[in-house]
């Protein structure tokens, strides 16, 4: 009795089980972080931040320190000499003597600590490194919005595809499901003189036609399955997906020119050109390079005296042709800027032309759309009509 109640109440469980679950357009959009474009970019982010912690650093003050330790000892050599004396009475004595000198043995032991500075053209080099940091730390957070926005832009067409394609492989099964009994008609039907040859094997030709799509619908549709898939990290084998509803009425020529700035690649574009700018201002030192050092320290002398140094070093450092590099540096940073505002300008130019592509086609889909509008509502207006007919001659239908 329980395993009968058991497998009555697995099999009122399976269809629940297996109904596939409902996800909307909206749904997936919260999901596209999962984008692996999405996740480079934020690591690029992440990257060009810690180079902007690096060029701050690289600003201040740098603490340097030194420990020296010294062991010394004289070396010790014996030395043998003869030596002469000369008595009173005048009688020399001759003797040899061996001098053996003392060792001696100190330690020295000597710490420091100190500053370092950069000045001049090394610290305008450091400040442009930074200033440039910070312009690609923007320029990457622009890039983590425009790989969102391009993440969404595919994900609705994707989404937008899977649905279309999943209608027309249902009306494609659909059609084939009945071929057999439709080419039976077909034949009887031209067997009794109400079709023409050539018009049955044109509506053969049907067939084969929508088998060859059918194939094609199913490579369009795995094919957004898997961009979906790619772009949420989601397994979608068990969805329905719905209508994706897009507000296309509002659409004008002049909104998606006015919409130009808040697109995220030309953000990005402003923003590197923004950062040359930035950098062109600290070009051009007297000084190529320049460091001030100041360090102080304790000391322990050979004698065994305690003792402390204070020391203050400046470094100035000047190419031999001087006006040269500067004219050479300022024209580098210069082509920069140039170049940035030739990227921008190009970008902006792209982003108009595609405006106007994109509004021509819009335009003619709903064109298209309307026309099929009216072609179905024609359709289906003649066969309501000829539901209401009586056939003359019951036996063209079956003959």
């Given amino acids: 009795?329980?395993?009968?109640?058991?497998?009555?109440?697995?099999?009122?469980?399976?269809?629940?089980?297996?109904?596939?679950?409902?996800?909307?357009?909206?749904?997936?959009?919260?999901?596209?972080?999962?984008?692996?474009?999405?996740?480079?970019a934020q690591k690029e982010y992440n990257i060009a931040k810690s180079q902007v912690d690096i060029?701050?650093?690289?600003?201040?003050?740098?603490?340097?320190?030194?420990?020296?330790?010294?062991?010394?000892?004289?070396?010790?050599?014996t030395?043998?000499?003869?030596?002469s004396t000369t008595n009173q009475n005048g009688l020399t004595n001759n003797y040899s003597e061996t001098?053996?000198?003392?060792?001696?043995?100190?330690?020295?032991?000597?710490?420091?600590?100190?500053?370092?500075?950069?000045?001049?053209?090394?610290?305008?080099?450091?400040?442009?490194?930074?200033?440039?940091?910070?312009?690609?730390?923007?320029?990457?957070?622009?890039?983590?919005?425009?790989?969102?926005?391009?993440?969404?832009?595919?994900?609705?067409?994707?989404?937008?595809?899977?649905?279309?394609?999943?209608?027309?492989?249902?009306?494609?099964?659909g059609f084939l499901h009945d071929e057999s009994l439709v080419k039976d008609i077909l034949l009887k039907r031209q067997k009794a003189g109400l079709i023409l040859d050539s018009d049955r094997l044109e509506l053969n030709t049907e067939f084969s036609a929508v088998k060859r799509n059918e194939f094609v619908y199913l490579k369009q549709y795995q094919d957004a399955l898997n961009t979906l898939q790619l772009l949420t990290g989601k397994t979608l084998d068990n969805f329905q997906f719905v209508y994706p509803y897009l507000d296309t009425e509002s659409i004008t020529k002049?909104?998606?020119?006015?919409?130009?700035?808040?697109n995220p690649q030309i953000k990005l574009y402003t923003e590197k050109l923004e950062g040359y700018k930035k950098a062109l201002s600290e070009v051009g030192s007297i000084f190529s390079s320049g460091s001030?050092?100041?360090?102080?320290?304790?000391?322990?002398?050979?004698?065994?005296?305690?003792?402390?140094?204070?020391?203050?070093?400046?470094?100035?450092?000047?190419?031999?042709?001087?006006?040269?590099?500067r004219d050479a540096t300022y024209s580098k940073a210069f082509l920069e800027m140039q170049k940035a505002e030739l990227e921008l300008e190009n970008q902006k130019k792209a982003y108009k032309n595609?405006?106007?592509?994109?509004?021509?086609?819009?335009?003619?889909?709903?064109?298209?759309?309307?026309?099929?509008?009216?072609?179905?509502?024609?359709?289906?207006?003649?066969?309501?009509?000829?539901?209401?007919?009586?056939p003359i001659n019951p036996g063209d239908y079956c003959n």
């Fill in 292 to 325: 001030l050092s100041v360090q102080t320290g304790i000391q322990n002398s050979f004698q065994g005296k305690m003792g402390w140094n204070v020391s203050a070093t400046l470094n100035v450092g000047m190419p031999l042709f001087e006006k040269k590099w």
């Fill in 55 to 77: 060029n701050e650093s690289a600003l201040s003050p740098t603490l340097f320190g030194s420990v020296t330790y010294t062991n010394y000892s004289n070396p010790v050599q």
């Fill in 1 to 40: 009795m329980k395993v009968s109640i058991f497998i009555c109440l697995v099999l009122f469980l399976i269809p629940y089980a297996c109904k596939a679950q409902t996800i909307t357009l909206e749904q997936l959009q919260q999901l596209i972080q999962k984008d692996p474009n999405i996740e480079i």
């Fill in 99 to 173: 001098l053996t000198p003392q060792q001696q043995r100190y330690n020295n032991v000597s710490a420091n600590i100190g500053l370092s500075i950069p000045l001049f053209g090394s610290r305008q080099s450091l400040k442009r490194d930074l200033v440039i940091s910070k312009s690609i730390l923007n320029q990457n957070s622009a890039n983590i919005e425009l790989q969102k926005w391009q993440a969404i832009k595919s994900l609705i067409y994707a989404y937008s595809e899977y649905y279309v394609r999943s209608i027309q492989i249902d009306l494609a099964k």
């Fill in 254 to 262: 002049q909104k998606l020119l006015e919409s130009m700035y808040k």
């Fill in 354 to 390: 595609a405006c106007d592509s994109y509004y021509l086609w819009l335009k003619s889909r709903k064109e298209n759309l309307d026309f099929a509008v009216e072609r179905f509502n024609a359709a289906f207006a003649s066969y309501n009509t000829a539901k209401l007919r009586k």
């Fill in 79 to 83: 030395s043998t000499y003869n030596v």
